[in-house]
């Protein structure tokens, strides 16, 4: 299965470290945020990588043409035109970029303890998508219903809610698995789009499900604070 690795952000959140580098290349402990992830999935099983790019994306390409295995990289580029999440991953597919039947999408910002290798073999191929999720503290939610389908999503904030509440409100990681029919189902979309919008306009007749990992830790560090 491949790993699609979302590293095209802007960083905001992580400025001023991000006016002269992209967010994948600013380091956490010593080391840059692309390369965890990148060891971490190579650790899980993984070995094939889609790395998407726009802000200071050459920056991205040079690193990842210094790795060892820098042949087992596929750079999606978005450079003169960031997508968003869902935008994407129709942009990769329109770009030709091969994923199998399914595959990983991974916030090159989040850092997690979880075994993907688990969830890698909870998804099956009548899903269309498999959701890292946790139940901790945040703004915005997904709704599940008790089978742990999806049904909906909330901002606890503004009380804006999409689709429809249900029985258990969990927080998503950034990490999922996809089943490759989404490139399909993703044609009409215009360019860029959310992923979650993308999910909560087919969760009535897709099956999305959530995942849950006991004594799962999830640490987003595309903020200031948390390279502290």
């Known amino acids: 299965m491949k790993a699609f690795i979302f590293a095209a952000g802007l960083g905001t959140r992580l400025k001023p470290l991000t006016d002269t580098r992209p967010k994948a290349l600013v380091e ?3 080391k840059a945020m692309i390369d965890i992830v990148t060891e971490r999935l190579k650790s899980q099983g993984f070995s094939e990588f889609v790395v998407n790019i726009h802000h200071f994306g050459e920056q991205i390409i040079s690193h990842i043409n210094e790795l060892p295995d820098h042949d087992k990289f596929e ?3 978005e450079r003169e035109l960031l997508r968003d999440t869902g935008g994407a991953i129709r942009h990769a597919f329109k770009s030709g970029i091969s994923f199998g039947e399914s595959f990983m999408v991974h916030n090159v910002d989040i850092m997690t303890n979880v075994d993907l290798r688990k969830m890698v073999n ?3 191929q009548d899903m269309l998508a498999l959701l890292l999720v946790s139940d901790r503290e945040t703004s915005r939610y997904l709704w599940f ?26 927080a998503f990681s950034g990490i999922h698995i996809l089943n490759s029919r989404v490139g399909e189902l993703m044609e009409p979309w215009d360019e860029k789009f959310s992923i979650i919008d993308f999910y909560l306009s087919v969760c009535d007749v897709e099956k999305i499900y959530g995942y849950v990992s006991e004594g799962a830790e ?3 560090i ?3 604070e948390q390279l502290k």
């Open 218 to 220: 999830i640490l987003d």
């Open 222 to 224: 595309g903020k200031l």
């Open 122 to 124: 909870a998804f099956n």
């Open 75 to 77: 750079i999606s580029d």
């Open 28 to 30: 956490y402990r010593g």
């Open 145 to 170: 219903d008790d089978s742990m389908r999806l049904t909906g999503w909330e901002n606890i904030k503004t009380g804006d809610v999409k689709g429809k509440r249900s029985v258990r409100k969990m």
